[in-house]
């Protein structure tokens, strides 16, 4: 298993972005949680099997079609989370 956090830079407020990452990492089957935060980026905690995040990180790249990501930024954890699902926190 791979876990990590990303910040995700650009315009990703008020563009649908949490929940697109909410909707990619529930068809890769990733455990975790987004957020935004009040410097204008959004946070991911995400964890799942490696193949699956590596396509997740390539989706969170793109991001939904009114979003645009100009940089992540990403800190890989050692430690396994307790998520037992994806969910969009406030």
């Not at 697109?20 to 529930?26: D, S, Y």
């Not at 990733?30 to 997740?56: C, F, H, S």
Request: charged residues 25%; neutral net charge.
């Amino acid at each position: 298993m791979n876990h990590w956090k990303a910040k995700i830079h650009g315009i990703v407020q008020g563009v649908g972005y949490r929940w697109f990452a909410l909707n990619e990492a529930k068809k890769l089957g990733i455990v975790g949680y987004t957020r935004n935060l009040l410097d204008g980026t959004v946070e991911i905690d995400a964890q799942g099997d490696p193949d699956n995040m590596d396509k997740y990180l390539k989706k969170l790249h793109i991001g939904p079609g009114m979003g645009q990501v100009t940089k992540i930024d990403i800190e890989h954890i050692d430690s396994k989370s307790d998520y037992s699902d994806f969910g969009v926190r406030f």
